[in-house]
């Protein structure tokens, strides 16, 4: 049995528990979650304080109702249970500052009624680049420790690359100091170490040196390449120390392969995006360490009146090389991240597109530097070097990489049209509306400039490990009185679609069509009414007056496959307190309830949403504010339901004809 089917198989144990403790009482209606926090499928800033959920009534919870899970299947520490507002609102503290990255909250609660309920839903801490439809880039948490270690890193295997392919150059130069091999080795270790008590420690240093979070580096992606990049300078260190460089210079090669899972090409593109940055760091290394040291060659041959041509010659004809493999792999990684859409707001409108364009340019200088230096080298073949030009191609280089540094702590810009990880929240007042095309659940909610549909397909044995990622939705709107223009969605998480919509005043019919490879699919519509016009008090009104009703006649049909009809009718007896606590609006509550249509005798029909629970509500009630038709659309069932009155006020006994 795995954790997660023990977590779920104790919940339910929990709930049956709580079902056996409770005292009898009067029948009332199925509780229903209103509000999360944070809430369904949102985003903070920071680790929330508190795990919070308000139903609609009283329930009983108890120390296992909630619990806050990792993408790793951990669990965060939680304070003990709370009720709070007559019983209504389970809460817990987080007793723990939890990392950035997605989690899910499991929750159990049991309503007055003994009616037991178990549900989850998602959540992200602190990434705010996740939902940033706009593509402006952001900085991680512990952004300039990062960029100062990571620059110290790439210097130090700088220094100690291209120090063993310089000290190749320079092996037949009489008097040429050593490389400082083991100096660069040193750094880039020291730097590695920081660098992994900073993964650890999601940005704090004080928190990664708590022995629990180092063993979990292994868990993660930039855990792992910390770890590895750890152990391959130690090795390369190591080596140095006892004189093998051909083994030193092996290890340290597994620094700029780590570096390429860990950068932004390597993540968007793949395997190739991760060899091209190992090549990338791999040829920078070698171009500015290797000159680190032929500088120093020179400076020494000149102090003791030495020509440095031959060497520089030689590095010179190698640099060439280098530079342009360094230009060919920067341009296709650039390439690779910048969304081609909009390449002008992406370089100039970011952070990261602002920092591009700043190595861009100290990469032009470095080229005319170089260009500047051959040519003088050129015309001058007995000059002594090195060079000021020399000097200040070392410094240009050195910029290079510094800003480079400083773009591996920067979100990369994000395409108007690439996936979002959940989906954003409402702009403003809302509508939410739901149907069912065969057995997936549609849910639509329409705010100020965009409109979310959320797609729920069945979970079977066979499925329940299978995300909705394999769906495909595409659509339109047409307002009223104007020709359907098609919407361009993209995801927003699993089975979450998002596009920016222009809503006009009236009705706005928004059509969808699913495809999915296991579930079929096919083709549902909502009507927007816009724009949102609350309707709570008539809610209120409705519920009191069908709560007072002893018997009424409910015809119902119940589907989950839209494709073979609506369902089988069916004709029922109720009063109106069965009928309420049949349904999700009970209480006279609902996250959003606002008007559907007025009909020409007089009818509304309101639009009720609860997207917590996936359960949207069409309810139409009559000039005397009594429910006449319901239609109800949950990730489940789409059911269809008229209420007919007995008039004369019948007492008869409940009796169910099919």
């Known amino acids: ?55 609609d009534q009283p329930v009983v919870a108890g120390k296992t109702s909630l619990s806050v899970l990792g993408d790793n299947g951990q669990a965060a520490t939680l304070g003990p249970v709370q009720t709070g507002e007559d019983s209504s609102v389970v809460r817990a503290q987080v007793l723990e500052e939890l990392p950035a990255g997605e989690y899910r909250v499991e929750w159990l609660a049991v309503a007055l009624d003994g009616d037991s309920m178990i549900g989850d839903f998602r959540f992200v801490v602190g990434s705010g680049s996740v939902l940033n439809a706009s593509g402006s880039g952001t900085e991680t948490q512990g952004a300039l420790p990062l960029a100062v ?15 063993l392919v310089g000290g190749r150059l320079t092996r037949r130069t009489a008097s040429a100091p050593e490389p400082w091999l083991k100096i660069g080795a040193g750094t880039a270790l020291a730097s590695a170490v920081g660098l992994a008590v900073l993964v650890a ?54 620094v700029p392969v780590a570096e390429g899972f860990r950068a932004h090409p390597g993540v968007e593109a793949g395997t190739w995006g991760v060899v091209l940055i190992a090549v ?10 290797a000159l680190v040291h032929v500088v120093r060659v020179g400076i020494a041959l000149r102090l003791r009146g030495g020509r440095a041509t031959p060497v520089v ?85 050195a910029g290079v990489v510094a800003i480079s540094s400083v773009l591996t702590v920067l979100a990369p810009p994000i395409s108007a049209n690439s996936p979002l990880a959940f989906p954003p929240p409402d702009v403003g007042p809302s509508v939410g509306l739901g149907s ?21 397909a069945p979970r079977t044995v066979d499925t329940q490990n299978r995300e909705q990622e394999a769906m495909n939705l595409i659509g339109n709107v047409a307002p009223e009185g104007s020709p359907a223009r098609r919407v361009e969605f993209r995801r927003c998480g699993v089975g979450c679609f998002v596009a920016p919509v222009t809503w006009v005043e009236g009705d706005n019919v928004v059509t969808v069509r699913v495809d999915d490879a296991t579930w079929g699919g096919g083709s549902a519509a909502v009507t927007v009414a816009w724009p949102p016009r609350s309707e709570e008090r008539r809610l209120e009104e409705a519920v009191d007056r069908i709560r007072e009703v002893e018997h009424f006649t ?87 339901r008229t209420l007919v009155y007995d008039e004369r006020g019948s007492h008869e006994d409940h009796r169910h004809d099919e």
């Not at 979070?213 to 590895?228: F, I, Q």
């Not at 639509?444 to 729920?456: H, I, N, P």
């Open 554 to 640: 409910l015809h119902e049909q119940v589907t989950s496959n839209t494709a073979t009809g609506l369902g089988k009718p069916i004709r029922l007896r109720f009063s109106g307190l069965e009928y309420l606590a049949a349904g999700p609006f009970g209480s006279g509550r609902a996250v959003t309830v606002t008007r559907h249509q007025v009909h020409p005798n007089g009818e509304v029909t309101l639009a009720l949403a609860y997207p917590a629970e996936k359960v949207f509500v069409l309810l139409t009630v009559d000039r005397q504010n009594r429910i006449v038709r319901e239609v109800l659309a949950s990730g489940e069932h789409l059911v269809t």
């Open 436 to 456: 069912r095309t065969g057995f997936i659940g549609v849910g639509v909610s329409a705010s100020q400039g965009q409109v979310v549909v959320k797609l729920t």
């Open 1 to 55: 049995m795995t954790a997660g089917t023990k977590r779920w198989a104790a919940l339910t144990v929990a709930a049956v528990l709580f079902v056996l403790v409770l005292p009898a009482g009067p029948a009332s209606a199925h509780a229903t979650l209103l509000f999360t926090s944070p809430t369904v499928d949102g985003a903070v800033p920071n680790s929330p304080p508190i795990v919070q959920l308000v139903f």
């Open 149 to 163: 270690l990571r620059w110290s890193l790439f210097a130090g295997f700088a220094v100690v690359l291209g120090g």
């Open 201 to 254: 420690g999601v940005g704090s240093f004080a928190s990664g040196l708590d022995p629990d979070r180092v063993l979990g580096l292994v868990d993660s992606t930039p855990g792992l390449v910390a770890v590895v990049e750890v152990a391959a300078l130690a090795i390369g260190l190591g080596a140095l120390v006892a004189g093998q460089r051909r083994l030193a210079g092996v290890a340290v090669l597994a």
């Open 280 to 289: 990338h760091l791999t040829a920078v290394a070698v171009w500015a360490g």
């Open 313 to 397: 010659r030689a590095y010179a004809r190698m640099a060439l090389a280098l530079f342009l493999i360094v230009s060919l792999t920067g341009t296709i990684a650039a390439l690779a991240i910048i969304p081609l859409d909009d390449v002008a707001g992406a370089l100039l409108g970011t952070s990261y597109g602002r920092w591009l364009l700043i190595k861009l340019s100290f990469v032009l200088l470095v080229a005319a530097l170089a260009t500047w230096a051959r040519l003088h080298l050129g015309r001058h073949p007995e000059a002594v070097q090195p060079a000021i030009s020399a000097r200040a191609e070392l410094v240009a280089i």
